[in-house]
T-cell receptor, first 115, second 115 residues
Framework: AQTVTQSQPEMSVQEAETVTLSCTYDTSESDYYLFWYKQPPSRQMILVIRQEAYKQQNATENRFSVNFQKAAKSFSLKISDSQLGDAAMYFCAYSATGANSKLTFGKGITLSVRP | DTGVSQDPRHKITKRGQNVTFRCDPISEHNRLYWYRQTLGQGPEFLTYFQNEAQLEKSRLLSDRFSAERPKGSFSTLEIQRTEQGDSAMYLC?????????????FGEGSRLTVL
């Protein structure tokens, strides 16, 4: 079974600074997807960034980028120029490719942004 | 279409009562997922539909839980004889099988409190 581990329950970052959120996963598959989702308080979960395992290039979306280390099964999220609106829970998630694309989530990390 | 909608957003019930949650996915999405999220944890997969067919159920989905998607559009999740341990946020998500990106689109959730 696939597992996703987020070992840091909380992190804090100063506004405009950079923060990195860690995630490791375990799978026997060679092709899969990895995601970071953001869940603001009392609001719906939204996709931040997505990585396809067969792509060596790390995904980037504006201020968000990932460091995908396939051999180490590591998938960290870097948030640059942190903004107050980045404060939320962040979940790392895994999905196998193929017919059933259910997501397996980590426990999440609460990110706070200090003004 | 504004996204995945869930109803009710909050439900308080007494132990032993039955509750039903409804999810309306994004209109062109043929896959629908139910997840359960307890406080401070990541979402846990419950069940998944493609069109009207329920293709997978987690062992978390006890006999007291039943989900339906009768016409392949909206879905209901019913919990019979609720227990205090059922208190959680129930999240619905949808996706389109033709866009095999692995991304799920989430609703805002239905929060259940069992007294």
């Amino acid at each position: 079974a696939q597992t996703v581990t987020q070992s840091q329950p909380e992190m804090s970052v100063q506004e405009a600074e950079t923060v990195t959120l860690s995630c490791t996963y375990d799978t026997s598959e060679s092709d899969y997807y990895l995601f970071w989702y953001k869940q603001p308080p009392s609001r719906q979960m939204i996709l931040v960034i997505r990585q396809e395992a067969y792509k060596q290039q790390n995904a980037t979306e504006n201020r968000f980028s990932v460091n995908f280390q396939k051999a180490a099964k590591s998938f960290s999220l870097k948030i640059s120029d942190s903004q107050l609106g980045d404060a939320a829970m962040y979940f790392c998630a895994y999905s196998a490719t193929g017919a059933n694309s259910k997501l397996t989530f980590g426990k999440g990390i609460t990110l706070s942004v200090r003004p | 279409d504004t996204g995945v909608s869930q109803d009710p957003r909050h439900k308080i019930t007494k132990r032993g009562q039955n509750v039903t949650f409804r999810c309306d996915p994004i209109s062109e999405h043929n896959r629908l997922y139910w997840y359960r999220q307890t406080l401070g944890q990541g979402p846990e997969f419950l069940t998944y539909f493609q069109n009207e067919a329920q293709l997978e159920k987690s062992r978390l989905l006890s006999d007291r839980f039943s989900a339906e998607r009768p016409k392949g559009s909206f879905s209901t999740l019913e919990i019979q004889r609720t227990e205090q341990g059922d208190s959680a946020m129930y999240l619905c998500a949808s996706s389109y099988a033709g866009h095999n990106t692995g991304e799920l689109f989430f609703g805002e959730g239905s929060r259940l409190t069992v007294l």
